[in-house]
């Protein structure tokens, strides 16, 4: 009986790795590349907390061997913090190839701006010649090629491309399932909106606010939750603006993006004591939602906060 359940095991395996192994090579888009994957990576870096926490939510922490790009910028909060315990940050910043090479990586999940920099020392071309392959987070792109305005869809098409990437796509599906079920329920929940609700996104900058346009991720999620960023028109991901059209166009909402030295107290103290900002809507009524900047980039907390957005556009329907 032994004999025939090592036999039954053996079998199995055989079968399994023949399975994995038949997987690949996988394909996947990447901005304007096609990049092929013979195999699973198994020495990835990510750059940033919201790459950072897609990876963990596959829970891909064991083909990992370090993370860039966290503490220079953004607080490490208690949930990314249990999930990266046993892995070292990198670099505080954005990676120098001394890094990536020094960590024998064989795959660097980033975007532009988001841990690299068009023309910059670590790029797709750069890492190449050095077994290094990179994905670009979809958002991005919009850095190095024309692409239409982003919806949540962009996140989840990364999400699945990494479960293609890492021979996880049923964790990945499953996980993207869960997401789109939760947003057709605040959908449900928000009804019909006859006149979206005005917002304004201010992330940083006192002379001039830095804020996203019509191709950050932030708009699909104001959209999902029933709203329309008022600098839908500005042909950028995140970008400085002037003030002159946020004070025209009068948001009613004000989302504050938080991390770094300035608090989203110091952000919104700001708001209200600046006479120029006291007649805005959202002033006059003191609405201010308060988003992590892990919540307000493509990642897992996306869709929490769209409902924490709904539940602040729309308090009668929720």
């Not at 370090?66 to 940050?89: F, M, N």
């Not at 120098?96 to 795959?107: I, Y």
């Amino acid at each position: 009986m032994a004999t025939r359940l090592l036999l039954s095991a053996t079998f199995f395996a055989s079968v399994f790795t023949a399975t994995s192994a038949f997987a690949y090579p996988v394909t996947v888009k990447s901005c304007d590349r096609e990049v092929t994957f013979d195999a699973a990576p198994a020495r990835a870096i990510s750059n940033d907390v919201n790459l950072t926490e897609m990876m963990l939510a596959l829970k891909l922490q064991d083909r990992m061997v370090g993370y860039t790009g966290i503490s220079g910028w953004k607080t490490l909060d208690e949930g990314l913090r249990e999930g990266v315990k046993e892995l070292p940050e990198l670099s505080p910043k954005y990676p120098t190839m001394e890094v990536m090479l020094n960590a024998d990586a064989d795959f660097y999940f980033a975007g532009w701006n988001y841990g690299m920099k068009v023309g910059g020392e670590v790029t797709p071309e750069t890492l190449e010649p050095f077994g290094v392959k990179v994905y670009e987070l979809t958002e991005s792109c919009i850095h190095i090629m024309a692409k239409n305005k982003p919806t949540m869809d962009d996140m989840f098409v990364d999400l699945l491309n990494l479960g293609k990437i890492f021979g996880v796509e049923a964790r990945a599906e499953e996980l993207v399932a869960g997401y789109r079920k939760r947003l057709d329920e605040i959908t449900t929940r928000v009804g019909a909106v006859e006149k979206p609700v005005r917002v304004f996104v201010y992330d940083s900058g006192t002379e001039k606010p830095f804020t996203p346009g019509r191709f950050g991720i932030p708009t699909a999620m104001i959209e999902a939750a029933g709203g329309v960023n008022i600098m839908d028109d500005v042909e950028k991901s995140w970008t400085e603006v002037s003030w002159e059209p946020v004070i025209e166009r009068n948001p009613e909402v004000i989302v504050i993006v938080n991390y770094g030295d300035v608090t989203a107290e110091q952000k919104i103290a700001f708001m209200k004591e600046t006479p120029a900002f006291k007649n805005l809507d959202a002033v006059k009524h003191d609405r201010f939602v308060v988003l992590e900047y892990v919540e307000a980039t493509p990642g897992p907390r996306n869709v929490q906060a769209i409902d924490r957005l709904a539940d602040a556009f729309h308090p009668r329907n929720m």
